[in-house]
């Protein structure tokens, strides 16, 4: 039997999706048409497992996401109307030359990232260790993921900050990459910059979670939408251009969770279920999780946003401050069929944090930060290191029809080493402060 609530829901959000498309000149990738999808796409998969998980959605659900989602378009929206009136035409080809990084300089940086790689390695399977003495690399993931949700355990300060680093190096080699493909043709990609790419998967891994992953893609994809936005100058994309990019958006999710499912059987994550019940879970199951913790929603006594700001709290905490900072991981709730789910979109962080005006504040903010961000990396002559800081905050946008990502992670350590040490690359790499050739 086909829940009419959520049969409305998709529909609502389709219409969204139409009019935001309408409104941001077919752009798919701006702000508010990305955040109706985002939902829609969740919206639609809950649908399609309805009578499986026994979905049967209350209007109140219905009305809070509408409510979220508008708060945040009106006020994105109006932010860009303003911005369009400040200038016209602004952007400019702010392209040199080709970025090249010598292969004695990647070299180096490949030593480097497979030694830190390794004391990561190493730490990992001490904290492995200390759950089970008889660890493999079959169950090593799984004992540490353990360890992280059941005894608090991590790698140490210095340990992760050295991880950072190569997260840095990751995501600068991964814009080089980029960069050089989309402007200069892929005659000036050599195949070594994919090394310091591959090793920050491998160092990922390591930490027995698979959203370090999502966060690559998003930005890898949010990189190739906004330099070929540059490129070719494109301010209006007709339908055909958008059902093409929806196309290979389509293809891009696809791959993405064969990698994932991957993962997912590594870190022992995916446990007994098939790929399509784990991609459901992960994308559709947000709905009645909310769902569920709206209809059992009981106003208490909590810390101001103390799940929203667990990132900012946690380096408060680092300094010597004592805020509470215990919400890592959200319960699970349980449908029919023996599946369960702890993802319930981002609106359930701010309601149980904030209330329901709050929530309705948050989302303002949120569509102004995001709104001014787009339209300074699209329609000015930015620094392009600003596209890419960009595409790691886009997947806390595309991540919300899922779960809060943006706010949980706000200031948080990985946050800050890991814009840092991206910062500190690009202006070695990129901007070639240094350069490092071999001697003869």
């Known amino acids: 039997m086909v829940d009419y609530m959520l049969l409305l829901l998709v529909f609502i959000l389709f219409m969204g999706i139409i009019i935001a498309l309408i409104l941001n000149n077919g752009d798919p990738f701006a702000p508010v048409p990305l955040s109706f999808e985002m939902f829609f796409i969740s919206a639609f998969i809950a649908l399609l497992n309805q009578n499986k998980w026994g979905v049967k959605l209350s209007y109140i659900t219905v009305v809070i996401i509408i409510i979220g989602l508008l708060c945040f378009s009106i006020s994105a929206m109006i932010v860009n109307y303003l911005m369009i009136k400040i200038k016209k035409n602004e952007v400019k080809k702010n392209v040199g030359r080709p970025i090249i990084v010598s292969t004695f300089t990647v070299v ?161 994550k995916t446990g007994k279920l098939n790929t399509w019940d784990m991609l459901s879970i992960y994308l559709g199951s947000s709905i009645p999780a909310l769902d569920y913790s709206i209809i059992n929603y009981i106003p208490g006594e909590r810390f101001f946003g103390e799940e929203s700001f667990y990132g900012l709290y946690g380096l408060l905490n680092h300094l010597g401050m004592d805020i509470p900072n215990d919400i890592l991981h959200l319960p699970f709730i349980y449908f029919e069929n023996g599946y369960s789910s702890n993802v319930y979109t981002s609106l359930r962080t701010y309601i149980y944090d904030f209330g329901f005006i709050g929530m309705c504040f948050v989302q303002i903010l949120l569509g102004i930060f995001f709104s001014i961000y787009y339209n300074l990396i699209k329609r000015f002559n930015l620094n392009y290191i600003w596209i890419l800081i960009y595409g790691m905050f886009n997947y806390g946008l595309a991540m919300q029809g899922i779960e809060d990502t943006f706010m949980r992670s706000f200031m948080s350590l990985t946050q800050i080493f890991s814009i840092v040490f991206i910062i500190i690359f690009y202006k070695l790499f990129v901007e070639q402060k240094i350069k490092i050739r071999w001697r003869k």
């Not at 497979?114 to 003495?133: D, Q, R």
């Not at 059941?150 to 080699?173: E, M, N, R």
Request: charged share 10%; aromatic share 14%; net charge positive.
């Open 108 to 268: 180096l940086v490949t030593i480097y990232s497979i030694i830190i790689t390794g004391i990561v390695l190493k730490k990992t399977m001490e904290i492995a260790n200390s759950i089970s003495g008889n660890i493999n690399i079959s169950n090593m993931m799984h004992l540490v993921r353990n360890a992280y949700i059941f005894q608090d355990a991590s790698l140490g300060l210095i340990p992760s900050i050295l991880g950072f680093s190569v997260t840095g190096l990751g995501y600068v080699f991964t814009y080089i990459i980029i960069y050089n493909f989309i402007f200069w043709g892929g005659k000036y990609v050599k195949k070594v910059y994919y090394i310091p790419c591959l090793i920050y998967l491998i160092e990922g891994a390591l930490s027995s979670g698979r959203t370090y992953l999502i966060k690559w893609i998003v930005t890898i994809v949010t990189l190739i939408v906004i330099l070929i936005y540059k490129k070719y100058n494109i301010k209006v994309l007709k339908v055909g251009k958008i059902i093409k990019i929806m196309i290979y958006g389509i293809l891009a999710i696809v791959i993405f969770f064969i990698v994932f499912q991957i993962l997912g059987i590594f870190t022992q």
